[in-house]
């Protein structure tokens, strides 16, 4: 009955390869993210997904694309890996309330995180 | 501009001692509040959340948050620190629509 899962929880990998990160919530929730927390622990955040529409796009490089089959999945999709993108990722949902401008409190629950090594 | 800030990286308190954890934010709009936290090598847990229906806010594991609209904070405290709350701590805001902002955590070790 996890809420938010992803899948795998550890990934290493070899520089230049595609990865793929998967992201389900069985909350019902409409909104989706990706995070991105760094050593310091400090937390991107990469993408949001409403209703199938992306609505953030924080200044993250082309080479990470997410990808949403249906409301309850957000996979990201990693090409052509760099060192750099060695982190922890998190998938995140809420629910959009009181429409795009909402002032509903929406609670974010987040996934237990991916940890991506590149070697 | 809109922006969350933790005033301390680092915390460190005696077990059995009070837990102050600050958050400011900046914004013309009245925000949503949240405190998360992060234990080793673990995901994000919600600690409580500001509704706007009262200012002090109870959570989980005996934390509590004021919400001070004319200072801007909504400052994290528990009475007495218990060693399994050492971990990481953030605060987070929603300012309009389905932005939240997140502040640098702060990390807080209890003392033996």
């Known amino acids: 009955d996890t809420a938010v899962s992803q899948t795998p929880k550890y990934l290493v990998t070899q520089m230049g390869n595609d990865k793929s990160i998967k992201c389900e919530q069985n909350?019902?929730?409409?909104?989706m993210y990706w995070y991105k927390q760094d050593s310091k622990k400090f937390l991107k955040i990469m993408f949001s997904?409403?209703?199938?529409?992306?609505?953030i796009n924080e200044t993250v490089p082309n080479r990470f694309s997410p990808k949403s089959p249906d409301k309850a999945h957000l996979n990201l999709h990693i090409n052509s890996l760099e060192l750099g993108d060695s982190a922890v990722y998190f998938c995140?949902?809420?629910?959009?309330?009181?429409?795009?401008?909402?002032?509903?409190?929406?609670?974010?629950?987040f996934g237990p995180g991916t940890r991506l090594t590149v070697l | 501009a809109q922006s969350v800030t933790q005033l301390d990286s680092h915390v460190s308190v005696s077990e059995g001692t009070p837990v102050l954890l600050r958050c400011n934010y900046s914004?013309?709009?009245?925000?949503?509040l949240f405190w998360y936290v992060q234990h080793p090598n673990k995901g994000l847990q919600l600690l409580l959340k500001?509704?706007?229906?009262?200012?002090l806010v109870k959570g989980i594991n005996g934390f509590e948050a004021e919400f001070k609209k004319s200072e801007t904070s909504f400052h994290l405290t528990k009475p007495s620190a218990h060693m399994s709350d050492a971990a990481e701590y953030f605060c987070?805001?929603?300012?309009?629509?389905?932005?939240?902002?997140f502040g640098t955590g702060t990390s807080l070790t209890v003392i033996p």
């Open positions: 914004s013309s709009y009245s925000p949503s």
């Open positions: 500001y509704t706007s229906a009262a200012t």
């Open positions: 995140a949902s809420s629910r959009r309330q009181g429409g795009p401008m909402g002032s509903g409190t929406d609670t974010q629950y």
């Open positions: 987070v805001v929603r300012f309009t629509g389905n932005q939240f902002y």
């Open positions: 909350l019902g929730h409409d909104t």
């Open positions: 997904y409403n209703n199938k529409e992306l609505i």
